[in-house]
């Protein structure tokens, strides 16, 4: 059901189980699986493909301009990003977050990976599959995550890093280099959780 108040560009392929609700926008070559459901205000831009059974929160952004920029002259230009985004059925997103398109082939979200409120993922970034994303977690370009990943509220990711599959980076951390299958990390930098705990009992002590 696509609610009368909604704006669908007629190249757009929406399944007729889905539920798109009022003021949403839906681009030119979108396409959008059955029983999915996309909230208020949500915009869904040109060449998106969004599986089945897919939430996407009020105000969320799918689709925008990655933030790649090559200096000239001193000038800041914005590189072309002629990708997309594509999310994976049983997808979770929550209110007001960013997905950006790639510079080429797709940003991907994987199958029943769950993203909280608040979340920038930007171009490029390959997400895998049954994720848990916490809110306010900022993700960079080109970011690898693997399967069953947990990343907790506010934890930063730098460009180019790839985590590996059932790892966790902890609240607030910020990970600079990859990491490998099975890792818990924590702290800025981020660094094995272990060691972590360590360092902040040392520090403790030494007061």
């Avoid at 209110?95 to 608040?118: E, F, H, P, S, Y």
Wanted: aromatic share 4%; glycine share 12%.
């Amino acid at each position: 059901m696509i609610d009368e108040r909604a704006w669908v560009h007629e190249s757009a392929r929406v399944d007729a189980q889905a539920r798109i609700a009022p003021f949403v926008y839906v681009g030119a070559g979108v396409r959008i699986g059955p029983a999915t459901v996309i909230e208020p205000n949500a915009s869904i831009l040109d060449d998106c493909e969004i599986g089945a059974r897919v939430r996407i929160g009020a105000g969320t952004v799918i689709g925008c301009s990655g933030f790649g920029y090559e200096t000239r002259a001193g000038r800041h230009t914005l590189l072309p990003h002629t990708g997309n985004v594509v999310i994976e059925d049983d997808v979770d997103i929550g209110a007001n977050c960013t997905i950006a398109r790639a510079k080429r082939q797709a940003t991907r979200i994987g199958v029943g990976t769950k993203i909280d409120c608040l979340v920038h993922i930007g171009h490029n970034v390959v997400i895998g599959r049954n994720c848990i994303i916490i809110a306010q977690v900022g993700v960079s370009g080109s970011v690898i995550v693997g399967d069953s990943v947990i990343l907790a509220g506010q934890v930063g990711i730098k460009d180019h890093v790839t985590i590996g599959d059932n790892s966790i980076v902890y609240a607030k951390s910020a990970l600079y280099r990859s990491i490998p299958a099975g890792s818990r990390y924590s702290g800025i930098p981020a660094r094995p959780h272990t060691e972590t705990l360590r360092l902040l009992a040392r520090l403790h002590r030494s007061r």
